[in-house]
């Protein structure tokens, strides 16, 4: 009985309940079967009190681990939702950047077509000035040629007939020396 006490006192459950488990026992035994069903009384209670403590323990235990999955799944649900907030920006932002690449391609393509027109232009313009310097130099030379074409027939002529004047004094000479032999 003073286990008994001490257990009380210092709200051992479990050594109460085997104190009055072991009591009502020794009372059963000694045939003060008062005494001996009050503490297999108290045992029970004892008992189902323990059993229920574990059981409120336990159930806390799942509660909390409930609880725990709960906000576990609630995490899990939130971390999806930032991952799919997150490659959603991903996305936006690459397709800002390819837009952006495409729009500075075309620019620079632009520039560039503006570059080579300019160039082209330039070029053309050049080639039509040589043109026409070549087209003016080419008449020229056509006049010079057509010029020294007619001062060489011109002089071809001329040497025809000196040639011709130097054959007939020289005719004219042989048939002298002829007439003077004769």
Same mark, same amino acid.
């Given at each position: 009985?003073?286990?008994?006490?001490?257990?009380?006192?210092?709200?051992?459950?479990?050594?109460?309940?085997?104190?009055?488990?072991?009591?009502?026992?020794?009372?059963?035994?000694?045939?003060?079967?008062?005494?001996?069903?009050?503490?297999?009384?108290?045992? %029970?209670? /004892?008992? =189902?009190?323990?059993?229920?403590?574990?059981? &409120? +323990? #336990?159930?806390?235990?799942?509660?909390?681990? @409930?609880?725990?999955?709960?906000?576990?799944?609630?995490?899990?649900?939130?971390?999806?939702?930032?991952?799919?907030?997150?490659?959603?920006?991903?996305?936006?932002?690459?397709?800002?950047?390819?837009?952006?690449?495409?729009?500075?391609?075309?620019?620079?393509?632009?520039?560039?077509?503006?570059? %080579?027109? /300019?160039? =082209?232009?330039?070029?053309?313009?050049?080639? &039509? +000035? #040589?043109?026409?310097?070549?087209?003016?130099? @080419?008449?020229?030379?056509?006049?010079?040629?057509?010029?020294?074409?007619?001062?060489?027939?011109?002089?071809?002529?001329?040497?025809?007939?000196?040639?011709?004047?130097?054959?007939?004094?020289?005719?004219?000479?042989?048939?002298?020396?002829?007439?003077?032999?004769?």
């Amino acid at each position: 009985e003073d286990v008994l006490k001490n257990a009380e006192e210092n709200n051992w459950v479990t050594l109460s309940w085997i104190a009055h488990a072991f009591l009502g026992n020794a009372n059963a035994k000694n045939g003060n079967w008062n005494k001996a069903a009050f503490h297999v009384n108290q045992a %029970l209670e /004892t008992a =189902i009190s323990i059993h229920e403590s574990r059981h &409120s +323990r #336990q159930l806390k235990v799942v509660q909390s681990k @409930n609880e725990a999955d709960i906000a576990q799944a609630e995490l899990e649900i939130q971390k999806q939702e930032f991952d799919r907030v997150k490659v959603e920006l991903r996305n936006k932002h690459l397709e800002r950047n390819w837009l952006l690449t495409v729009i500075i391609a075309i620019a620079l393509t632009l520039v560039l077509v503006f570059y %080579l027109y /300019t160039k =082209i232009t330039k070029i053309n313009k050049t080639l &039509s +000035r #040589q043109k026409s310097n070549f087209e003016a130099l @080419n008449i020229e030379m056509k006049q010079t040629i057509e010029q020294r074409e007619m001062l060489i027939q011109e002089v071809h002529h001329r040497v025809k007939n000196n040639l011709q004047i130097i054959s007939s004094i020289l005719n004219m000479q042989a048939s002298a020396e002829q007439e003077k032999s004769t």
